[in-house]
């Protein structure tokens, strides 16, 4: 169920190299619905567990505006020179990591059974 067929695409007709190809991947059409279902499920749960002010997860919202934003924001006091402030941010601790004894603990509260949880 879970197969992905990579196909490469030359970008040019005298491709050598593998950045000379465009990855394609085709997902099978079961996985599709499996992952349909599964994410249409978790949607009516996260309106109740997402809070409004976790930016990643508003509705309408792609998770790197956030990242966006607050980039501008560095940038702007680090134009300004302010002194006594010194900013340090590790985008990759708040984006790239997920705790997943913890999501999966949330889950189980939410209702979701062990075939649920081990399929996401």
């Not at 197969?3 to 190809?21: A, G, N, Q, R």
């Not at 002010?53 to 607050?70: E, S």
């Amino acid at each position: 169920m879970n197969e992905t067929f990579i196909c490469l695409i030359p970008k040019k007709s005298d491709s050598l190299k593998v950045t000379d190809y465009r990855p394609i991947s085709l997902v099978t059409g079961l996985y599709k619905v499996i992952a349909k279902t599964l994410a249409s499920r978790l949607n009516e749960v996260l309106v109740t567990t997402v809070s409004p002010h976790q930016g990643a997860f508003v509705k309408d919202r792609q998770i790197l505006d956030v990242v966006l934003i607050a980039n501008e924001v560095v940038e702007e006091i680090r134009q300004k020179k302010e002194k006594g402030l010194v900013l340090k941010i590790d985008f990759e601790k708040a984006y790239d990591h997920v705790e997943w004894r913890f999501l999966e603990e949330v889950l189980q509260r939410k209702g979701f059974g062990n075939r649920w949880r081990k399929w996401m």
